[in-house]
């Protein structure tokens, strides 16, 4: 089953925004090391991998361009805000 656009969407932005929120809360607590900063990653990407995961592995090769852009242009619209 592949995934509607809008709801891959939704994911990959809350992913990123509750990324972004949750490393300025951490990071007001001090310096994060690597492996704070892996965890972190780690724990937003499982909504998007597992939104993919019904996906053969052509299919998720093929979303995979836009998967990096929805989530560079999260990224840069959280950060403007």
């Given amino acids: 089953m592949i995934p509607?656009?809008?709801?891959?969407?939704?994911?990959?932005?809350?992913s990123v925004?509750?990324?972004?929120?949750?490393?300025?809360?951490?990071a007001q607590a001090g310096t994060m090391d690597v492996a704070e900063?892996?965890?972190l990653i780690f724990r937003a990407a499982a909504p998007i991998v597992h939104s993919v995961a019904p996906l053969?592995?052509?299919q998720r090769g093929e979303l995979l361009p836009?998967?990096?852009r929805v989530m560079l242009a999260a990224f840069l619209e959280e950060h403007a805000r």
């Avoid at 509607?4 to 809350?14: G, K, M, N, P, Q």
């Fill in 4 to 14: 509607d656009a809008r709801e891959l969407h939704r994911v990959i932005t809350a």
């Fill in 37 to 39: 900063i892996e965890r």
């Fill in 56 to 58: 053969t592995e052509a």
């Fill in 66 to 68: 836009n998967i990096v």
């Fill in 17 to 26: 925004r509750e990324l972004l929120e949750t490393a300025r809360l951490e």
